[in-house]
């Protein structure tokens, strides 16, 4: 009993030792507003409680561009986060910005392992460059079609599970002129989807193989690719099928949608727990297909979007491997399952979707299930991988504000051809000088 009491009470003392010691602390900033706030916060607190050596502090910095701006901004005046959600086209700008350590680096330094063959192949190849793996695959997604089944069964149009851009025309125009709805279709003004329809028709954004082979000097937005999406774009909107939004709302478009102004909606898959609830709160049902492409082209998939996580250069060794830590937990199979379940951003691991499968989870919901088979249908490419560039912040507002010029133009009485050739000609004009004016100023200029 003596001996008994004597060991308890050397692990009492050396329980006591561990919880004076001072927690290593890092900050996680993030850009996940609204409700997915409290979906991190849990997840932050759940890490801290198994690890309870670490504190990882969460902070909503705003968006993506916010984020990427203001984590750059810090560790430059020598107060780095120790862990940044940065998106996917923030991720040349991230590397060049010298601020960040690649992830793979960070977790071999601390000792930690990792089996990069779990992840999805079409997600590790967006951030691997030059075969190092630069930040960790977190909040994963792809465009998808939303489409509100009450309206369609009372028109009597069928959807396609992969539609092309025919079939989201005709649907359209029936629901309009059958007085269903105000609109057949809505989606955010926003150059990611024109990005996505580059990359399904196999067409680069840019060149140099997107900015894989080397740094891009200009854009392909005089392509056929280009072309095809604005002109059927322009046809959508002239025949008030389309409803357009401000630039980059993508609260707008949602809305619409659930009000019921717009019968089919482009977004993102990363809603789509929360789009059904709020859809059934708005009195009808929704339903999932593929993202449109032209009908002439053949599929070739999309690109990753959404946001990886960032480790930055400048912590001490023991906030890198709290870093490290706290990374690996949240792509583990267990928290990539949770994270797909209640948002909707696809599972990162190859794994988490064999244990998905078998509970049954795509057969009871497989509304989850449409963005992933697009994913794996996906030929990985240059075209799928994404562009690369360090002007894409800038490259993607005048992509995306071009459809106001092409709509100034159609307003105007031009044809939608002419307004498309037109509004491309002018934001090729501009991204192609903000490309190379980034490249000046590293002193990369274009040849």
Not at 46 to 51: H, L, S
């Amino acid at each position: 009993m003596k001996r008994f009491l004597v060991l308890m009470l050397i692990a009492l003392l050396g329980f006591g030792v561990a919880l004076g010691q001072e927690k290593v602390k890092i900050t996680f900033w993030h850009a996940m507003g609204g409700w997915r706030i409290g979906v991190i916060e849990r997840m932050c607190a759940d890490f801290n409680e198994i690890f309870p050596q670490y504190e990882v502090v969460p902070e909503f910095k705003g968006s993506y561009r916010d984020t990427l701006n203001a984590a750059i901004a810090a560790a430059r005046a020598g107060a780095p986060a120790g862990v940044v959600q940065i998106f996917e086209v923030g991720t040349r700008m991230a590397i060049d910005s010298g601020v960040f350590e690649p992830v793979q680096k960070v977790i071999e330094e601390a000792g930690l392992e990792v089996d990069w063959g779990q992840f999805i192949p079409a997600v590790m190849s967006y951030y691997t460059i030059d075969g190092t793996v630069y930040s960790f695959p977190f909040n994963s997604s792809n465009p998808i079609l939303y489409y509100n089944v009450d309206i369609f069964e009372k028109a009597g149009v069928e959807l396609p599970k992969k539609p092309t851009f025919e079939d989201v025309y005709e649907a359209a125009k029936k629901i309009v002129e059958g007085g269903y709805a105000p609109y057949g279709i809505t989606w955010p003004v926003h150059s990611w989807f024109v990005e996505q329809w580059f990359a399904e028709q196999g067409q680069l954004l840019v060149d140099n193989e997107n900015g894989l082979a080397g740094r891009p000097s200009q854009t392909y937005l005089l392509s056929d690719a280009a072309k095809r999406i604005f002109t059927w774009w322009g046809k959508l909107y002239k025949e008030g099928l389309y409803a357009p939004t401000a630039f980059e709302a993508w609260g707008e478009a949602k809305r619409n949608f659930l009000a019921q102004q717009a019968a089919m909606l482009i977004y993102s898959t990363s809603d789509v727990a929360n789009m059904r609830a709020q859809a059934l709160d708005a009195g009808f049902h929704v339903r999932t297909a593929y993202f449109p492409v032209p009908a002439e082209v053949e599929r070739h998939g999309v690109i990753i979007g959404g946001g990886s996580l960032w480790i930055s250069k400048d912590l001490t060794p023991e906030q890198k491997k709290a870093a490290a830590e706290f990374v690996l937990w949240i792509s583990s199979v267990a928290q990539t399952i949770r994270w797909h379940q209640l948002t909707g951003y696809f599972p990162v691991k190859l794994t988490a979707l064999q244990a998905l499968e078998e509970e049954g989870w795509y057969k009871r919901f497989p509304d989850f299930k449409t963005a992933i088979d697009q994913l794996q249908e996906t030929e990985i490419s240059p075209a799928t991988q994404g562009a690369k560039m360090g002007a894409f912040l800038e490259v993607r507002e005048y992509i995306g504000k071009a459809f106001y010029r092409m709509k100034e133009l159609i307003d105007q009485g031009k044809s939608v051809e002419e307004a498309a050739e037109i509004a491309l000609k002018e934001a090729k004009a501009k991204a192609d000088k903000a490309i190379c004016e980034y490249r000046e100023a590293i002193g990369e200029p274009c040849p």
